[in-house]
């Protein structure tokens, strides 16, 4: 419970800052971590964000297909 409320203040202090890429790759990885400990459903959230925020923000495919290759591999 502590690793996810310092991940969601650091969500929340990216998005403040105004730091989309930072908050994508932490949506991401955070993601990983879920899907990792078992939380498909949750991490499913994460890496739908992280996709949202990329392509909002023009990025390139390669960071898109990277988030969708992890959100595939969720069963």
Not at 38 to 60: C, L, P, V
Request: include cysteine; hydrophobic fraction near 40%; glycine fraction near 6%.
């Amino acid at each position: 419970m502590a690793r996810r409320s310092r991940l969601e203040k650091s969500v929340a202090i990216l998005k403040r800052y105004c730091l989309p890429w930072d908050e994508a790759d932490t949506l991401y990885h955070w993601g990983l971590a879920l899907n990792a400990a078992g939380e498909y459903s949750h991490a499913n959230e994460k890496f739908d964000a992280a996709s949202d925020i990329y392509r909002r923000h023009g990025a390139g495919q390669r960071w898109i297909d990277r988030v969708e290759a992890a959100n595939a591999s969720v069963p």
